[in-house]
C-alpha cells in the first residue's frame, strides 16, 4: 500500500507514533524550542541516552528510546543553520531526512513524524525547507514500502499551508 503522506497543525510531542524526529543541535544535549519540548516530554532518560551518543554532525541523525513519550523512537536530526543558502544547507537539510529515513527503515518504523527542521532559530527558508522535506519523503517512500505514515507537524498555521500546497503539487 501506498504511503500515507500528510501535514497537520500541533505539537509534535503528544503524537502517537512509531518514531517523532527531532531537529536537534550537534551536541544531542537539547536547547530551544521543538529540542526543548521533546525533552521536557520525554523526561530525562532521554538526555541520558544522548549523551551516550557523543553528539552528531550537521546533516545526520541518530536515534534514541522515546522514554516518556508515547513515540517508540526519538530520530535527533541536525539541520544546517541559513547562511545564506551557498554553505551547503540544501544538500545539508536533505541529508537529514534521508539520515531520518535510513534509521527508521533499520528500526521497523512505520509511522514518523518531522517537524519543520531548521526553520526556527536556524533560520532556514521555511518555504524552500518545505519543499526540500516533501521531495526527500517522496523519494525514500517511493522505493520503500516499509512505511505506512508519514506526518509533516507544523506548529504554526503558515508553515501548515506550505506544507498543504507542497503536498498538492
Ligand atoms: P531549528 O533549530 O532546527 O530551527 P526549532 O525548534 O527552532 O529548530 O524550529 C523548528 C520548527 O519546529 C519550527 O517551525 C518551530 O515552530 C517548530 N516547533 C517548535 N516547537 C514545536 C513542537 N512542540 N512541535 C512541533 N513543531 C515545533
Redesign the pocket.
Known sequence: MATVIEAMQ????ALDLDAIVN?A?STLLG?????G?IHRAAGPGLLEDCEKLRGCPTGEARITRGHRLKARHVIHAV?PVWRGGAHGEDELLAGCYRASFALAARHRVRSIAF??????????PRDRACRIAVIETRRFTADSLALAHVVF????GE?LGLYRAELER
Do not use: E, L
Open positions: 500541533g505539537d509534535i510531542t531537529a543541535n536547547g530551544g524550542g521543538v529540542d519540548a539541520g517537524p519543520a527542521i531548521s526553520t526556527g532559530v536556524y533560520r532556514f507537524c507544523c506548529f504554526d508553515t
